[in-house]
C-alpha cells in the first residue's frame, strides 16, 4: 500500500476563480489518478497522469479546465480553473502501486464553490 | 446501461446481523475485483481485493466473485455500528487497460447498536 496526503483537505472558494491541489505520496509511483466524486455520486476518473508524459484525461474532462502537473514519482497536482458551483466536489487522488492492479486513495479534497 | 449497477441504499441492519453488498456488471474483460469502504468526508479505503472467481475472507469480511454470472458480493459478518460507511465495489481489466477502475454507485450501510 502507500501512505497518501492531500491539500488542502477543504477550501471555500470564489466563482471564476482557480484552485491548486496537492497529492504527495510516501513512496514513488508511476501511476497516478485524479477522480472527481460529486456530492451523493461514485468516482469519476478525471485523468490518469504518469511521470514523464502528458496527463490522459477521460471523456468529458479537458486539460484546460483541469490543468495536471506530474514533475515526479511522489508529487502530483490538479489545477480546477475557472470555477462555477458544479465545480463543488470532493477531489481525490489515487495511485497504483507495485504489481497490483488496483488503487490506493487519498483522504480527498473538498471544494466548495460561492 | 451502466457498466457496474450497485444498490445505492440506504441499507439498514441491527448491530450483529450478517450484512450482503452486491454488484454485478457487463463487462467480460473485468479480471480483478474491490470493495472499498468510504467513512463519510474521507477517501475510499480498500477493504478486500480478489482476482478472477473465488472466494477471499479476512477477518469478518468475505468477498465472493462469481465471473460466469457476472456478480460478485462482500459479506460482514458480526456487523457493528462501525461498519457504517458507503461501501463501494470496483472493477479492473488489469494493466493491459491501464489499470483503470470502474466503479459501482455505492451502497450506504448504516449499523444500529
Known amino acids: 500500500s502507500a501512505v497518501i496526503s492531500q491539500k488542502p483537505s477543504r477550501d471555500i472558494c470564489q466563482r471564476g476563480t482557480s484552485m491548486t491541489i496537492q497529492c504527495q505520496v510516501d513512496s514513488q509511483v508511476t501511476m497516478m489518478f485524479w477522480y472527481r466524486q460529486q456530492p451523493g455520486q461514485s468516482l469519476t476518473l478525471i485523468a490518469t497522469a504518469n511521470q514523464g508524459s502528458e496527463a490522459t484525461y477521460e471523456s468529458g474532462f479537458v486539460i484546460d479546465k483541469f490543468p495536471i502537473s506530474r514533475p515526479n514519482l511522489t508529487f502530483s497536482t490538479l489545477t480546477v480553473s475557472n470555477m462555477s458551483p458544479e465545480d463543488s466536489s470532493i477531489y481525490l487522488c489515487?495511485?497504483?502501486?507495485?504489481?497490483?492492479?488496483?488503487?490506493?486513495f487519498g483522504p480527498g479534497t473538498r471544494l466548495t464553490v460561492l | 446501461q451502466k457498466e457496474v449497477e450497485q444498490d445505492p441504499g440506504p441499507l439498514s441492519v441491527p448491530e450483529g446481523a450478517i450484512v450482503s453488498l452486491n454488484c454485478t456488471y457487463s463487462n467480460s474483460a473485468f479480471q480483478y475485483f474491490m470493495w472499498y469502504r468510504q467513512y463519510s468526508r474521507k477517501g475510499p479505503e480498500l477493504l478486500m481485493y480478489t482476482y478472477s472467481s473465488g472466494n477471499k475472507e479476512d477477518g469478518r469480511f468475505t468477498a465472493q466473485v462469481d465471473k460466469s454470472s457476472k456478480y460478485i458480493s462482500l459479506f460482514i459478518r458480526d456487523s457493528q455500528p462501525s461498519d457504517s460507511a458507503t461501501y463501494l465495489c470496483a472493477m479492473s481489466a488489469g494493466s493491459n487497460a491501464g489499470n483503470m477502475l470502474t466503479f459501482g454507485g455505492g451502497t450506504r450501510l448504516m449499523v444500529k447498536p
Open positions: 489515487s495511485v497504483a502501486t507495485g504489481g497490483a492492479d488496483t488503487q490506493y
